[in-house]
């Protein structure tokens, strides 16, 4: 049994999934030799395939000279007779034969084939020459291998087939076979063009006998006594020529008796001296062969049996990597465990610990995802952040979840911002706009902008609402503190309206009274106590006047009267009975006083008077006079405003006062009057 050969220790970032050149298989050849052949050629360890992290392969990368990819027709290096030819991709047309057994293609530098496809992996896929052809093992590439159009890590190629990875599709090409195929071509051609020739042939062949059969002829040009070369040779005997023997008789040649060969003898009969030695000699030679052949052994020992272990622990090896190769870390630690208690010291590799190291970054990447789905975006962001560089792959799976992660964290705060616009609070609102990125914020900051206008003048909307209520609700009180009021003194009421003053009075004592704790009745009943008794004589001078029919003098005690019936505040027909007798005195002293000239105290009666009947025609007419006295003393005024400009400005005083609201005449009395008295 042979012991497994010593080898350097693997780095971390070697590719543990790639099996080496004395443990790649069992001893007795690969596991189908069908697809491998009888023997796997040896593997260096700079053609090992490597999966390393990033800052690595930069390292190693500027460490590596580059080398040119095109094909060189003049180089004379040996190797196999199969080349790949780019059909699709960047570089399509370009072309490489095999330099030696094994063939590495990617875009890395140190691989045998460089491609530019930037969507091909580093270390994509390697091609192995092998006795039963080229094997095509994919390197654990992220985009996988296809070959004709089918998803494959591994099969044997043969002549025409077609590899597709990322944008680039290969052609393999196995020149031996090529040159049988162009062989067969030509050999087909051959046999094509020899067929049309026979074909040709029996054509006119069959256009002869048909020919011949048209004439009649019995003769059949095919008959072999009609052919000369046949007749020659033959030499008919001298019985059968013109002439001799019987006439109709039928000679057979006979046969020529065979030609013995006798030894040459000697003069006394025997054998001479060399042919006895040749023939002594002779017989030595074949006693020494027969001698060798029994005794030459028959072939070398049969070899000892291989330990059941070993094989089964190189097996479980082979099944690690591949596991490895599916991503399978756990299945593939497992499997490294097993092959180490069947035989200590086999994972020269260290691909258990590669296997665990990518067990971690991937349980650490599921983390950071499980983070992401759960909203918590900081942590998983500290999760991404603490996960330790791994292979290729997994740094892509990093970069993946980073660019989920950011594009989720920002949609989680536009959906909260947008959400908390539903509270209108701005306080609560405002911080998680300042959250946003920059190129989101403008957006929504216009939005709570028009948010607080809008919440401003809901406030100020239901501020004005409070007030009207508290005003309303002030008014309907005071109403009803009114009506109480008006209910306590409903007896002073009554006296005071059927002209019973003294009793009215008497009352107010009563209400006091009953009300002490009431300041506002209280108040009321002092003052109604006080009013009463000058309302009484008020209201009795004007009377008399009014009965001596002296209706101007009696204006005067009647508005009195009238005056304080209104702060007394009871309602009867008492009131109306007073305004009646007082339009009529106004409109009897604005009459006297038009007449008198005096055309301000004429103008206030007739209003007054009008005031209290607007349907009094009289005093209606009244103003109508009074309005054009007014306008001959504008005309008046206006003359003499620059030869005696106080007399004008009184004049200017009386026609303002007298001249009706809104007339022409006062707005420019106004106007002088403020010129002459600014």
């Given at each position: ?13 070697e590719d543990f999934a790639a099996p080496s050149a004395e443990e790649a298989y069992p001893e007795d050849g690969p596991p189908n030799p069908e697809l491998y052949g009888e023997e796997e050629p040896g593997r260096s360890l700079t053609g090992e395939t490597r999966v390393a992290s990033i800052d690595a392969v930069e390292a190693e990368r500027n460490a590596r000279a580059d080398e040119d990819e095109e094909e060189n027709s003049e180089a004379t290096r040996a190797g196999p007779p199969v080349q790949m030819v780019v059909l699709d991709g960047p570089d399509k047309g370009r072309k490489k034969r095999f330099q030696s057994v094994r063939m590495v293609v990617g875009r890395n530098k140190d691989c045998d084939f460089v491609l530019e496809d930037q969507s091909v992996s580093r270390r994509h ?554």
């Amino acid at each position: 049994m042979k012991s497994p050969a010593r080898r350097r220790p693997a780095s971390e970032d070697e590719d543990f999934a790639a099996p080496s050149a004395e443990e790649a298989y069992p001893e007795d050849g690969p596991p189908n030799p069908e697809l491998y052949g009888e023997e796997e050629p040896g593997r260096s360890l700079t053609g090992e395939t490597r999966v390393a992290s990033i800052d690595a392969v930069e390292a190693e990368r500027n460490a590596r000279a580059d080398e040119d990819e095109e094909e060189n027709s003049e180089a004379t290096r040996a190797g196999p007779p199969v080349q790949m030819v780019v059909l699709d991709g960047p570089d399509k047309g370009r072309k490489k034969r095999f330099q030696s057994v094994r063939m590495v293609v990617g875009r890395n530098k140190d691989c045998d084939f460089v491609l530019e496809d930037q969507s091909v992996s580093r270390r994509h896929l390697e091609l192995v020459y092998g006795p039963s052809g080229v094997v095509m093992r994919d390197l654990g590439s992220v985009s996988g291998t296809q070959v004709n159009d089918q998803r494959v890590d591994e099969c044997l190629l043969k002549h025409g087939d077609e590899i597709s990875m990322g944008k680039t599709r290969l052609r393999f090409v196995d020149e031996a076979e090529q040159i049988k195929e162009l062989r067969a071509q030509a050999e087909a051609r051959d046999v094509e063009e020899k067929r049309a020739k026979e074909e040709a042939a029996r054509e006119a062949e069959e256009k002869k006998k048909n020919q011949a059969a048209a004439r009649g002829s019995e003769v059949d040009p095919n008959d072999p006594r009609f052919n000369e070369a046949t007749n020659a040779n033959y030499k008919l005997p001298d019985s059968l020529k013109e002439g001799s023997g019987s006439k109709g008789a039928v000679a057979v040649p006979r046969r020529p008796p065979p030609i013995r060969s006798t030894p040459t003898r000697s003069a006394g009969g025997g054998l001479t001296g060399k042919q006895k030695a040749l023939i002594g000699g002779g017989g030595a030679m074949v006693v020494v062969l027969v001698l060798g052949l029994i005794l030459m052994p028959k072939g070398p020992p049969p070899p000892p049996p291989p330990d059941p272990k070993i094989e089964r622990a190189k097996v479980l090896m082979q099944q690690a990597r591949e596991s490895v190769r599916a991503d399978d870390y756990a299945n593939a630690v497992r499997l490294v465990e097993e092959a180490e208690k069947l035989l200590p010291g086999i994972d020269v590799d260290n691909l258990a610990r590669g296997a665990r190291k990518q067990q971690e970054v991937l349980a650490s990447l599921d983390a950071a995802r499980a983070l992401i789905d759960e909203k918590q975006f900081d942590a998983a962001r500290t999760q991404l952040t603490g996960t330790p560089q791994g292979t290729a792959k997994t740094d892509d799976i990093r970069r993946k979840l980073e660019a989920e992660l950011e594009e989720k964290d920002v949609a989680w705060r536009i959906q909260q911002a947008e959400e908390s616009f539903a509270t209108r609070d701005p306080e609560t609102i405002r911080p998680l706009i300042a959250l946003l990125p920059q190129v989101n914020r403008p957006a929504y900051e216009v939005r709570l902008t028009d948010l607080e206008a809008e919440l401003a003048k809901e406030a100020q909307d239901a501020t004005r609402r409070d007030n009207n209520a508290r005003a309303r609700a002030n008014e309907v009180a005071k109403e009803k503190r009114k009506e109480f009021i008006a209910e306590a003194f409903n007896d002073v009421e009554r006296r005071f309206n059927g002209g019973d003053y003294q009793r009215a009075v008497l009352e107010c004592d009563r209400v006091v009274d009953k009300y002490k704790s009431d300041k506002d009745v209280r108040d009321r009943a002092l003052a109604l106590k006080r009013l009463i008794p000058q309302f009484r004589k008020v209201m009795e001078d004007g009377q008399k006047k009014l009965d001596a029919n002296s209706l101007e003098a009696a204006a005067k005690p009647l508005r009195r009267a009238a005056e304080l019936y209104r702060q007394i505040g009871f309602r009867g027909s008492l009131g109306n009975t007073i305004d009646e007798q007082l339009a009529s005195s106004s409109l009897a002293a604005g009459q006297s006083a038009l007449k008198k000239g005096d055309l301000g105290a004429a103008g206030s009666h007739f209003r007054e008077a009008l005031r209290l009947n607007p349907g009094d025609g009289r005093a209606r007419e009244g103003l109508e006079t009074l309005q054009k006295k007014a306008e001959e003393l504008f005309l008046r005024a206006y003359i003499q405003r620059d030869r005696d400009p106080q007399a004008a400005a009184e004049m200017f005083k009386v026609v303002i006062e007298t001249a009706s609201e809104g007339s022409d005449v006062k707005r420019k009395a106004e106007m002088y009057l403020s010129e002459l008295q600014p």
